[in-house]
């Protein structure tokens, strides 16, 4: 079988061409593949399927097979395999998934994909619908017990939920240990990506993210986008204002316009194409 590794800012998948290519158990593959010692090595596997509502299909996979409904970093990438491999022939995609069709302006230079800019929808803010346990409509600047510990998080989704939290340095942090502990959280009952930002000005911040599934991530575009969206609501960041998301594997640009949709900017690479058994 096919593959082609690609990452945004870091966040690398294994790509798969639906159109030619068959995975009997997808879930399975995903674990097969996303293992750094007897795999290829990665945050998981998408597939780039044919659809009829869109130009194609994302079909997303975690590290630990569980199918995810969205990727930001990963929404690039298919619009940079799409165009790069002369499946779509033009700058403006629209990609289904699971959270709904994302559409994607590409930046080409010498005929490739080298930047794209999402739009990833607006961000779902009733605690119900995210989903978490929290009593009320939304869920900002709210007492989450840990331990024995009290942090205040605010919640969002962009297609997967996330909990934000403000730290004075996410250098230090020991996400090993205390990822696991957002993550399986009886609050959040489809489990939660976490976020451990540190504020450097209103059009600036540094983050760490735990992904449901598969950890330590070098970076989340859903991540970045709901952080943002969760720094304008704690009153750290402006909207419709250029926000630069910096992450362990690069940067992002994320904009929550005051039409209410976000916007997310950034690399798409290719890393290496080869073959591996099924």
Same mark, same amino acid.
């Given at each position: 079988?096919?593959?082609?590794?690609?990452?945004?800012?870091?966040?690398?998948?294994?790509?798969?061409?639906?159109?030619? *290519?068959?995975?009997?158990?997808?879930?399975?593959?995903?674990?097969?593949?996303?293992?750094?010692?007897?795999?290829?090595?990665?945050?998981? @596997?998408? +597939?780039?399927? /044919?659809?009829?509502?869109?130009?194609? =299909?994302?079909?997303?996979?975690?590290?630990?097979?569980?199918?995810?409904?969205?990727?930001?970093?990963?929404?690039?990438?298919?619009?940079?395999?799409?165009?790069?491999?002369?499946?779509?022939?033009?700058?403006?995609?629209?990609?289904?998934?699971?959270?709904?069709?994302?559409?994607?302006?590409?930046?080409?230079?010498?005929?490739? !994909?080298?930047? %794209?800019?999402?739009?990833?929808?607006?961000?779902? @803010?009733?605690?119900? *619908?995210?989903?978490? =346990?929290?009593?009320?409509?939304?869920?900002?600047?709210?007492?989450?017990?840990?331990?024995?510990?009290?942090?205040?998080?605010?919640?969002?989704?962009?297609?997967?939920?996330?909990?934000?939290?403000? !730290?004075?340095?996410?250098?230090?942090?020991?996400?090993? =240990?205390?990822?696991?502990?957002?993550?399986?959280? *009886?609050?959040?009952?489809?489990?939660?990506?976490? &976020?451990?930002?540190?504020?450097?000005?209103?059009?600036?911040?540094?983050?760490?993210?735990? &992904?449901?599934?598969?950890?330590?991530?070098?970076?989340?575009?859903?991540? %970045?986008? %709901?952080?943002?969206?969760?720094?304008?609501?704690?009153?750290?960041?402006?909207?419709?204002?250029?926000?630069?998301?910096?992450?362990?594997?690069?940067?992002?640009?994320?904009?929550?316009?005051?039409?209410?949709? +976000?916007?997310?900017?950034? /690399?798409? *690479?290719? !890393?290496?194409?080869?073959?591996?058994?099924?």
């Amino acid at each position: 079988m096919k593959f082609t590794k690609m990452h945004g800012a870091g966040n690398d998948y294994i790509y798969v061409n639906g159109f030619e *290519e068959t995975i009997k158990d997808r879930n399975a593959f995903s674990i097969k593949v996303s293992n750094r010692h007897f795999g290829i090595g990665s945050d998981g @596997l998408i +597939v780039v399927d /044919p659809s009829k509502v869109a130009d194609c =299909k994302m079909d997303m996979y975690n590290a630990d097979g569980s199918q995810g409904k969205m990727c930001g970093n990963g929404v690039r990438c298919v619009a940079k395999f799409v165009y790069d491999n002369g499946i779509v022939n033009k700058e403006d995609i629209a990609i289904e998934t699971l959270s709904g069709i994302k559409y994607i302006k590409v930046t080409v230079k010498d005929g490739k !994909v080298v930047a %794209a800019r999402v739009n990833m929808g607006k961000p779902i @803010l009733k605690a119900d *619908e995210i989903p978490t =346990k929290f009593e009320g409509e939304t869920v900002v600047s709210q007492k989450l017990s840990i331990g024995e510990k009290d942090y205040d998080v605010t919640c969002v989704s962009m297609g997967n939920p996330h909990c934000i939290l403000y !730290v004075d340095d996410v250098k230090t942090l020991d996400l090993e =240990k205390i990822g696991p502990d957002f993550e399986n959280h *009886e609050m959040f009952p489809d489990r939660i990506n976490t &976020e451990f930002i540190h504020i450097i000005s209103d059009t600036e911040f540094d983050m760490r993210v735990w &992904e449901r599934g598969s950890g330590e991530t070098l970076a989340c575009g859903t991540g %970045a986008c %709901a952080a943002t969206v969760a720094s304008v609501l704690n009153g750290y960041c402006k909207r419709n204002t250029d926000i630069k998301v910096n992450l362990i594997g690069g940067t992002l640009t994320v904009n929550w316009t005051d039409g209410g949709d +976000v916007y997310m900017t950034g /690399p798409a *690479e290719t !890393v290496c194409t080869g073959e591996i058994d099924e």
